[in-house]
């Protein structure tokens, strides 16, 4: 380019300023034509909710499911399918987990990574991991729950932990390698900072693009019709079908999975999807830079309640799992009588649930005492007073 050229470019910027904005932050490189808008974001928003996001979700989401892993893995000893799918979706939830204090501390540095690059590309491609092997997962025990109530009669010999693991093991492969493409873009350099999770230049936001509709097509439409499936399956079994004794436990536990997993849909990656969505296209098609903003803060707001679904699924693993659950009280029963306090909470309620009885029976005692006294004549031939109160106590014992 020569230097004529340099300037005639020059003066066509000095005389257009309207087309000319600000640079992205999250944008730094040549734009295409359906591009050529450029949008200030507002970063003090963003780093806010991500802040208070994780500050709350990564405290309850490892010790919640650490303990879960305990709980399966130590306590109990015989493994299900049930059993499986639980585990390696708290091992999902505990690996996204750990991940989460490297993302609060390159938010409170507000957009300064400081850890290696190859880290930023692993820490983008854990939460694809997490969110898309928790939605089969999922998925996963739906099919069992309703193998388990609508197929009862195949379950014990179609549900095995051995098919169990391997269908566990094929979906972490299938999720690794849908998300393989997250690896390709690691930090960026903007403003004088090493910046992660934060698209570097268009190409990768095409990538983005196309990963989206891939994301949503196996990662949340097909799960989320195959959930629907089953359990409109079970709640016409659960209504119309025989109620037989002792299936009140199941029951209850296929309402509570039906809930806890719902409300993780609907909640968590329903909103994440559809918002994603329309703010790729609101870029691809080059929106004004207002509905862009309102985009990218409700894509904000929707990738935090996104996160949380390692902190619902600890729910599903309490209330859906009669094993898990009289293992978790079992083990506090235990700590509080190691600890004393459960054993004084104990003779303390027995104290007072006796003295409480002593109460209520010297009073009936009293009672019924005085109506003796009252609807007793005296007895005939009392020739002295301790011969008739030898008789009233008599009279007394007769009516006890």
């Known amino acids: 380019m020569s230097a004529d050229d340099e300037e005639d470019d020059g003066q066509e910027k000095m005389t257009a300023p309207v087309f000319t904005m600000e640079t992205p932050s999250w944008l730094n490189a040549t734009q295409t034509p359906y591009m050529n808008q450029t949008c200030q974001e507002s970063e003090d928003f963003k780093y806010l909710a991500y802040k208070v996001t994780y500050s709350v979700v990564f405290p309850i989401g490892f010790i ?35 991940t989460l204090p490297f993302r609060l501390v390159y938010y409170f540095r507000a957009g300064q990574w400081d850890f290696p690059d190859w880290f ?32 009862s009669m195949r379950h014990q010999t179609f549900v095995t932990p051995f098919r169990a693991k391997l269908s566990c093991v094929a ?31 268009v190409r990768s936001w ?44 199941k029951r209850r536990r296929a309402v509570y999975l039906i809930a806890v997993v719902l409300s993780t849909f609907l909640l968590c990656f329903l909103p994440y999807h559809i918002i994603r969505t329309v703010h790729l296209h609101a870029k691809v098609l080059n929106k004004s830079c207002q509905v862009i903003e309102f985009l990218l803060k409700v894509l904000v707001i929707s990738l935090c309640m996104a996160s949380f679904n390692s902190c619902f699924n600890p729910l599903l693993y309490y209330f859906a799992g009669e094993t898990f ?30 003295k409480s009885k002593c ?33 009233e106590k008599q009279i007394y014992n007769d009516l006890k």
């Open 325 to 354: 659950r009289k293992k978790i009280r079992r083990v506090s029963v235990s700590s509080l009588n190691h600890s004393g306090i459960y054993s004084s909470i104990l003779r303390r309620s027995q104290r007072n649930s006796q």
């Open 359 to 391: 109460k209520s029976f010297t009073a009936v005692q009293q009672d019924t005492l005085k109506g003796s006294k009252r609807n007793q004549k005296k007895p005939d031939g009392c020739k002295s007073p301790e011969e008739c109160l030898l008789e």
């Open 64 to 98: 919640s499911n650490s303990v879960a892993l305990f709980v399966f893995l130590r306590l109990t000893k015989k493994t299900t399918a049930n059993t499986v799918f639980m585990t390696n979706l708290a091992i999902s939830d505990v690996g996204f987990s750990l």
């Open 171 to 201: 979906i972490w492969i299938f999720v690794a390698i849908l998300s393989t493409p997250f690896l390709l873009t690691g930090t960026t350099q903007r403003n004088n900072k090493t910046r992660c999770f934060e698209p570097g230049n």
């Open 206 to 249: 095409n990538r983005i693009f196309i990963l989206n509709y891939v994301g949503i097509f196996f990662g949340f439409v097909i799960p989320f019709i195959i959930i629907l499936i089953c359990y409109g399956c079970i709640i016409y079994k659960l209504i119309k079908g025989p109620k037989i004794g002792g299936r009140g436990g």
């Open 120 to 151: 930023c590309r692993w820490c983008v491609f854990s939460f694809y991991v997490n969110l898309y092997t928790s939605v089969l997962f999922l998925t996963g025990l739906s099919i069992l729950r309703y193998i388990a109530i609508v197929k």
